[in-house]
């Protein structure tokens, strides 16, 4: 993965409003989606849990996240990896545990691929909605939106 990918992000806005869309269950009706409010200093292996828990998941399946590259408009495969690639199979790269939710969700409109369970093949893209300013005590991830469940765990992917 290129570094120009990975950006510092701006301390004033230290929330960030994700959008998690039906794409994840692409054909489902009605549609499927959960918005989030994230704070933007969390890693990725943190918003790995949080995801998690919106979509009513259980930890059960190895994952990754997919950077976006807008120049070349498609996401890199592989490009950030998690501690498994790096632990046990000894991949070299940027690890997702060294990157901060801001540094790839920087500006509106930017996206992730978070893909779990390889098996059953989900892929639900993440969308930067909306930069906010940081409201003390608030809670470091909530959901705040949504529509209809995901489907459970192991029940053969979309």
Same mark, same amino acid.
């Given at each position: /993965? ?10 004033? +806005?230290?929330?960030?409003?994700? *959008? !998690?869309?039906?794409?994840? $269950?692409?054909?489902?009706? #009605?549609?499927?989606?959960? *918005? $989030?409010? !994230?704070?933007?200093? &969390? %890693?990725?292996?943190?918003? +790995? ?5 919106? /979509? ?13 590259? @807008? ?16 632990? /046990?199979?000894?991949?070299?790269? !940027? ?8 540094? !790839? $969700?920087?500006?509106?409109? %930017?996206?992730?691929? =978070?893909? =779990? ?6 892929? #639900?893209?993440?969308? $930067? ?7 003390? %005590?608030? @809670? &470091?991830? /909530? ?14 992917? #979309?």
């Amino acid at each position: /993965m290129k570094n120009h990918l990975i950006k510092v992000h701006d301390t004033a +806005h230290r929330c960030r409003r994700l *959008r !998690v869309p039906e794409t994840i $269950l692409k054909g489902m009706k #009605p549609p499927v989606w959960h *918005r $989030l409010k !994230v704070a933007s200093d &969390l %890693d990725l292996p943190q918003l +790995h849990i949080i995801l998690q828990a919106a /979509m009513g998941w259980e930890l059960e399946h190895l994952h990754s996240f997919e950077a976006w590259n @807008p120049a070349a408009r498609q996401y890199i495969h592989q490009s950030l990896l998690s501690r498994y690639n790096v632990d /046990m199979e000894g991949e070299e790269g !940027v690890a997702e545990y060294d990157v901060q939710i801001g540094h !790839v $969700l920087h500006s509106v409109g %930017d996206k992730l691929m =978070y893909w =779990y369970d390889f098996g059953d093949d989900w892929r #639900p893209e993440i969308v $930067l909605e909306k930069l906010e300013p940081w409201v003390a %005590d608030s @809670p &470091l991830a /909530m959901c705040v939106g949504g529509r209809k469940t995901c489907p459970p765990e192991d029940c053969g992917g #979309p």
